[in-house]
């Protein structure tokens, strides 16, 4: 009967499954974790397979609303990108933080690399879902150079681009032996603490013109990419603040969240199943969120993002005449 059929289609017990799942209970052992039924009365739809088709249905519904959100009303200066490997897959998430210091999970994409054009293909969902290009914005990155060109394709010179300290520092280390970790390490952040750009620009050049000669692959490290390490400095955003948008500390968590959260999946079966679990963990981490420590510095930092795309703007007018 059509009233039948409507009841089992809005049993609460799918989100009970989904809810079951995403804390740690497999498949197999869910109808353990359910209350015992009276005598005589037969459970119905615990076996793993209807868990399981349950669990993908109660997901896909919830992802696909949470991916196609409309951005146009939310005002975001700074967005922060990081991907995360799965299997043989690459989940790309973009995290945006508005003026107010709250965070919102603004997409995700996936692929085997985090390359151009799965980026870009991330980038233009966004905008199609509303996300204003009209506006300088900061983008804090890992470093990878398909998230750095997508940048660059979809938002232009508008786009200012900080470079993950832990990622840079990461590197750095990687090409050098242990008991010559401390000290660069010590050198490189009082470089990062100078209060300009400038100041900070001299040690570090400073320092790899001292680590050339017996680690040149250190000092090459040092140098790539040496401005975008320093974007927030020649910004002038206050300490607080600068800590936070220094890293992409805020993905990695998220990731953490995942890696947590998806510990009892012993078989990922394609890019879908990865796509599914880490939308819904977004959706779980971002009812949580908590606003950024520094963010009443947010005003301060958007309003010299207003004047960076004046001054872009006057500039290109000038060519132009």
């Given at each position: 009967m059509p009233t039948w059929e409507h009841m089992r289609s809005e049993d609460p017990l799918k989100a009970r499954i989904a809810e079951q799942i995403l804390i740690g209970v497999t498949t197999r052992k869910y109808a353990r974790s359910l209350e015992p039924l009276p005598e005589g009365v037969e459970s119905e739809g615990i076996s793993r397979s209807s868990v399981s088709r349950h669990f993908v249905a109660r997901t896909g519904e919830q992802i696909e609303k949470f991916l196609s959100r409309n951005l146009s009303?939310?005002?975001?200066?700074?967005?922060?990108?990081?991907?995360?490997?799965?299997?043989?897959?690459?989940?790309?998430?973009?995290?945006?933080?508005?003026?107010?210091?709250?965070?919102?999970?603004?997409?995700?994409?996936?692929?085997?690399?985090?390359?151009?054009?799965?980026?870009?293909?991330?980038?233009?969902?966004?905008?199609?879902?509303?996300?204003?290009?009209?506006?300088?914005?900061?983008?804090?990155?890992?470093?990878?150079?398909?998230?750095?060109?997508?940048?660059?394709?979809?938002?232009?010179?508008?786009?200012?681009?900080?470079?993950?300290?832990?990622?840079?520092?990461?590197?750095?280390?990687?090409?050098?032996?242990?008991?010559?970790?401390?000290?660069?390490?010590?050198a490189i952040h009082d470089a990062w603490n100078e209060p300009t750009k400038e100041k900070a620009l001299l040690k570090l050049k400073a320092l790899a013109k001292r680590l050339k000669v017996e680690h040149p692959g250190a000092a090459n490290s040092l140098l790539e990419g040496l401005d975008e390490t320093l974007t927030i400095l020649a910004l002038g955003v206050p300490h607080a603040l600068a800590t936070i948008l220094s890293s992409t500390n805020a993905i990695e968590n998220l990731m953490g969240t995942f890696r947590h959260i998806s510990k009892n999946v012993k078989r990922w079966r394609g890019g879908e199943m990865a796509v599914r679990w880490a939308s819904t963990?977004?959706?779980?981490?971002?009812?949580?969120?908590?606003?950024?420590?520094?963010?009443?510095?947010?005003?301060?930092?958007?309003?010299?993002?207003?004047?960076?795309?004046?001054?872009?703007?006057?500039?290109?007018?000038?060519?132009?005449?």
């Open positions: 009303e939310i005002d975001l200066p700074v967005v922060m990108v990081d991907g995360i490997h799965i299997d043989d897959h690459v989940l790309v998430v973009a995290l945006g933080i508005d003026i107010s210091g709250k965070k919102h999970v603004l997409g995700l994409a996936e692929g085997s690399t985090e390359n151009e054009e799965v980026c870009t293909n991330l980038f233009r969902s966004m905008l199609d879902r509303g996300l204003s290009a009209d506006r300088t914005r900061l983008f804090v990155i890992d470093g990878g150079k398909g998230i750095r060109k997508a940048i660059r394709t979809v938002f232009g010179s508008s786009a200012l681009i900080q470079r993950c300290h832990i990622h840079k520092m990461r590197n750095v280390l990687g090409c050098l032996p242990e008991n010559r970790h401390g000290s660069v390490r010590t963990v977004l959706i779980i981490a971002e009812k949580r969120f908590r606003r950024i420590r520094g963010y009443k510095d947010m005003q301060s930092l958007n309003a010299t993002l207003k004047r960076y795309c004046s001054n872009i703007s006057l500039d290109n007018h000038s060519k132009v005449a």
